[in-house]
């Protein structure tokens, strides 16, 4: 049984957001990069008290929603739901869908508001120990007007307005009733579940909203968004170093590629130090550590093991906090065998590994002219830089 659940309604068809004529709903437009639902649902995902999320999408998008998730790592985000023709229609799709897991509370957001804080998601989550509904939102400011045929008719009153935001929380058994008793009574023409919640008769508890946490709703406010994303973007930057020596063999391992050589390199795994350094590296610039706390030398299993294994599990590690790797600096130091001939295959294969273009990948050698172990040719080292976006 989940206690807190995540409602993300997406279903909308609205394109007046999109940059260009025929784009996709805004919810699928891209934003730094990723599409505006990839943000919202990370949001939710980042926050350590829900239990699980559910997406509604209209059933056109199937495809657009598993690109959108496709770097998305979470048991916690469930399978879909089609909605329906209007936003009521959808949430009750998506509540129709929670049922069965039985949450205590759900938390229904807009799929076009990818700027909710985990604070926020976690006030309303905790207001609901208190009371039976929440809902985000702020005093209106501005002066508001009643407009007819573009002449104002009325100044209105603005002492007790609030612009309502979500998400929105609920009582699961309250909402679920009350979306019942709405389709039953034939009543459709509800905004929001606020406002079918205080139709059915619970007390709506308003607590402060952000203004961060807007509806994507007009081009200009995705150039807002780009500028708040630039604003949170946390850079992090590890090094890693690695050293191996030789031993008698006939090929090295460097960055995946096989290098016929009258050695190879001598190690638990095998051996290859570039891409060990680059996973040091990230899990560096993680704060997790290196290779031995995640994959010890003592552990049988990991023996001539090929080191991609432990490059993607560093990459999965920034992809579950929601973070990318915008590129990777590798320096091979080695007398020999020449590294020139094999850079742009190791780039590429790092590039493979890592999902990333292969620009984002540098690979680079130097001798240490003759000086040390790698100058008397006893074995390789490697000195890897990693900036992480998070």
Same mark, same amino acid.
Not at 226 to 237: A, G, P, Q, S, T
Not at 327 to 351: V, W, Y
């Given at each position: ?6 409602? !993300? ?31 919202? !649902?990370?949001?939710?995902? $980042? ?9 509604? #999408? ?36 998506? +509540? ?110 308003? !607590? ?9 709703? @007009? ?20 090094? =890693? ?10 090929? #090295? ?20 130090? =570039? ?28 023996? =001539? ?17 929601? =973070? ?7 320096? +091979? #130091? ?22 990333? $273009? ?7 050698? @130097? ?15 490697? +000195? ?7």
């Amino acid at each position: 049984m989940a206690k807190n659940v995540a409602l !993300i309604v997406a279903a909308g068809r609205g394109t007046r957001a999109s940059r260009y004529e025929d784009e996709a709903p805004k919810q699928y437009v891209h934003l730094q990069g990723k599409p505006v639902l990839h943000h919202v !649902i990370q949001r939710f995902l $980042e926050t350590e008290q829900i239990d699980h999320v559910l997406t509604v #999408i209209h059933a056109d998008d199937e495809q657009a929603y598993e690109q959108a998730t496709s770097n998305i790592d979470s048991e916690r985000l469930l399978a879909p739901v089609f909605g329906g023709a209007t936003r009521q229609q959808s949430v009750y799709a998506g +509540l129709a869908a929670l049922e069965s897991h039985q949450p205590q509370k759900v938390l229904i957001h807009d799929g076009a508001r990818p700027f909710c804080s985990s604070d926020l998601i976690s006030q309303v989550c905790n207001g609901l120990n208190q009371h039976t509904a929440i809902l985000p939102a702020l005093p209106v400011s501005d002066t508001l007007k009643r407009v007819e045929h573009n002449i104002v008719s009325q100044t209105l009153d603005r002492s007790n307005l609030w612009g309502a935001q979500t998400p929105q929380g609920f009582l699961f058994s309250d909402i679920w009733s009350a979306h019942k008793k709405a389709k039953e009574s034939e009543k459709d023409d509800f905004t929001d579940d606020a406002s079918i919640a205080e139709w059915f008769g619970l007390d709506v508890h308003v !607590i402060n909203a952000q203004t961060d946490n807007f509806k994507i709703t @007009t081009k200009d406010d995705f150039e807002k968004g780009e500028r708040l994303l630039n604003k949170e973007v946390n850079m992090r930057i590890g090094n =890693g170093f690695d050293v191996h020596e030789f031993e008698p063999g006939d090929e #090295i391992i460097l960055c995946g590629i096989s290098i016929p050589f009258d050695k190879k390199l001598k190690g638990h795994s095998d051996a290859d130090v =570039g891409l060990h350094a680059i996973t040091d590296a990230i899990y560096g610039a993680l704060g997790e550590g290196d290779i031995g706390q995640h994959f010890p030398p003592s552990d049988p299993q990991w023996k =001539g093991a090929a080191s991609d294994v432990f490059l993607k599990h560093a990459v999965e590690l920034v992809t579950k906090r929601g =973070g990318k790797v915008a590129n990777i600096d590798l320096t +091979l #130091i080695c007398e020999a065998p020449k590294i020139g001939p094999h850079s742009l295959a190791m780039r590429q294969f790092i590039a493979n590994t890592m999902s990333l $273009e292969i620009d984002q990948v540098s690979v680079k050698a @130097t001798t240490s002219e003759g000086l040390g172990f790698t100058g008397r040719r006893e074995g390789i080292a490697a +000195l890897a830089s990693a900036l992480l976006l998070l």
